[in-house]
């Protein structure tokens, strides 16, 4: 497959980095790069070897500096809303997704990048990172999940201080409101990222995606049809052998060997 704004490259053990590659705009999003990643995420769910997804941006400034400005302003209403209904079902499809995702934010992520990062897994994020919903200062608001994503993440407070400003958080600040699990020197994000892949990748398969669905679909549904579906997936383990493998390994007292 030829794509022309991002890069899909299998790194190891089923790790997949996906670089959005658009470093003169800052990575920004258009719409022909939203297909593109719509298109790599039906090739990675197809291939029953892909275990997790690493998404970064090209270059040392940017992860994606947000939805491309140049090519909405031509947009009418219907349009525009055509865009964020599109972007939202791309993003949607990344908490969906049967692998675990994780952004590596190396510089900006503002607006559509902000939303981008929050629709993956887990954030880790360089020590030059800057973090932001700045639509406000364009007349708009966001528009790929950022006003529903970020109240989630940070509390209805923050979220309306960040929407009503623009203003931008750096790394440390965006960790202190829970927007971001781990910050690294940029120099070494790449391989802290990959690192903590490997280790995950290393564990049951199986339970990696019943955790996923379990947080992803639980959050929005009231405590105790939340906890029914818990009970249910964990029935369903039961029935798999990383579970059989799980517990006999630590009952022989060794690793587990989870395929
Ligand atoms: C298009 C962009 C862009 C963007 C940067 N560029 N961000 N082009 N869309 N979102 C382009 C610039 O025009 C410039 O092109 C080049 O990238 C380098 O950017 P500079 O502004 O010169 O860099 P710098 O001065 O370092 O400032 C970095 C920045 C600034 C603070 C990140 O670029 C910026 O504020 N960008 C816009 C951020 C933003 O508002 N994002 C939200 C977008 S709305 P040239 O040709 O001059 O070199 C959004 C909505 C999502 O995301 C929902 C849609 C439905």
């Known amino acids: 497959m030829r794509y ?13 980095r996906l670089t959005i590659n ?13 297909e593109e990643i719509d298109q790599a995420l039906d090739l990675l769910e197809a291939n029953k070897n892909t275990r997790l997804l690493l998404i970064t941006g090209a270059g040392d400034k940017a992860f994606v500096a947000g939805a491309d400005i140049e090519e ?8 525009a809303k055509a865009f964020s209904a599109f972007g939202l079902g791309v993003l949607r499809r990344l908490e969906n997704a049967t692998f675990p995702v994780i952004a590596l934010v190396n510089g900006f992520a503002l607006g559509g990048g902000c939303e981008l990062a929050m629709s993956c897994d887990l954030i880790l994020a360089s020590d030059n990172s800057k973090f932001g919903q700045p639509e406000i200062n364009l007349g ?15 509390g209805r407070p923050m979220t309306l201080e960040l929407l009503y400003t623009g203003r931008i958080l ?10 971001v699990n781990h ?24 339970s990696l995606q019943l955790i996923k ?16 579906m818990e009970s249910d997936q964990f ?12 517990m006999a390994a630590f009952l022989e007292k060794r690793a587990p060997n989870f395929n």
């Open 22 to 34: 658009r470093p003169k705009v800052l990575n920004a999003l258009n719409r022909a790069t939203l």
């Open 72 to 79: 909405m302003r031509q947009l009418n209403s219907l349009e």
């Open 213 to 228: 669905q379990l947080v992803q679909r639980g959050q929005d549904l009231p405590l105790d049809n939340a906890c029914i």
């Open 170 to 179: 750096g790394a440390e600040e965006a960790q202190r409101f829970g927007l």
């Open 235 to 246: 029935g369903l383990s039961f029935s798999s052998p990383d579970q059989t493998e799980g």
């Open 183 to 206: 910050i690294f020197p940029q120099e070494s994000l790449m391989t802290k990222g990959m690192e903590m892949a490997l280790d995950i990748v290393s564990k049951s398969r199986t």
């Open 140 to 154: 708009i608001p966001p528009g790929f999940g950022g006003s529903q994503r970020l109240t989630r993440l940070v």
């Open 4 to 16: 022309q704004h991002i890069l899909l490259e299998p790194i190891e053990a089923g790790v997949v």
